[in-house]
């Protein structure tokens, strides 16, 4: 079985900036895709970006430059570093880990409001 553990959520004024995390712990194995999703009222879950186990990354066209993911693959651990916020970031990130199956996070909550 696999958990992923989320933090870095909140509350942040348009312009700011926020670090999500995502602690994956369990059976994992060592080639794998971790990812960030994002679902905002009302709307679907969309993926925001996602990191091959060699580094290799892709971007929703609508966050490309202004966030940047990495990962720890010794922690098992993926980053979501989101610069330049805008107020239609707003959503409940997901982390999501990909292996033979696919684990979802419980999700944090994200808000850009001044």
């Known amino acids: 079985q696999v958990q992923l553990v989320e933090s870095g959520g909140g509350l942040v004024q348009p312009g700011g900036s926020l670090r999500l995390s995502c602690a994956a712990s369990?059976?994992?194995?060592?080639?794998?895709?971790m990812g960030w999703y994002r679902q905002a009222p009302g709307k679907q879950r969309d993926m925001v970006a996602i990191i091959g186990s060699g580094g290799r990354t892709n971007y929703a066209d609508s966050v490309k430059g202004r966030f940047t993911i990495s990962r720890d693959n010794a922690k098992n651990t993926v980053y979501l570093q989101m610069n330049s916020l805008k107020p239609e970031d707003t959503a409940i990130y997901y982390c999501?880990?990909?292996?033979?199956?696919?684990?979802w996070g419980q999700g944090t909550q994200v808000t850009v409001s001044s």
């Open positions: 999501n880990l990909l292996m033979v199956r696919e684990y």
């Open positions: 369990g059976s994992i194995l060592s080639i794998y895709v």
